[in-house]
């Protein structure tokens, strides 16, 4: 699945999940969802060599929290976690809404 959509699909996952991507990230990298059991061991642990970390439900579920309040479209939610994974931080915008 794209990028996109595996962000944008963890506003309906309950639970500890985790996101593996192509680098370099954007949108539409090939990426998956990781899901985890109640021992935090990868439900499917084969994720491949071509996938690298992207981002854990914590850090999207803040990014979602921030994207609510400020009513952020898809787009801009895909963007600011893209940014956020990319360099550990927010993005500059952010600041000034």
Not at 76 to 81: C, L, P, R, T, Y
Request: aromatic content about 16%; charged content about 25%; overall charge negative.
């Amino acid at each position: 699945m794209r990028l996109e959509v595996a962000i944008l699909s963890g506003m309906q996952i309950n639970g500890y999940y985790s996101i593996a991507s192509q680098e370099p990230f954007s949108a539409d990298s090939e990426s998956k969802i990781i899901t985890y059991n109640a021992d935090y061991e990868p439900v499917d642990p084969k994720i491949g060599d071509k996938f690298s970390f992207f981002l854990d439900s914590e850090d999207l579920s803040t990014i979602f929290d921030y994207a609510f309040e400020k009513e952020l479209n898809n787009e801009k939610i895909v963007e600011m976690a893209i940014f956020y994974a990319v360099h550990d931080a927010y993005p500059e915008w952010t600041n000034s809404r």
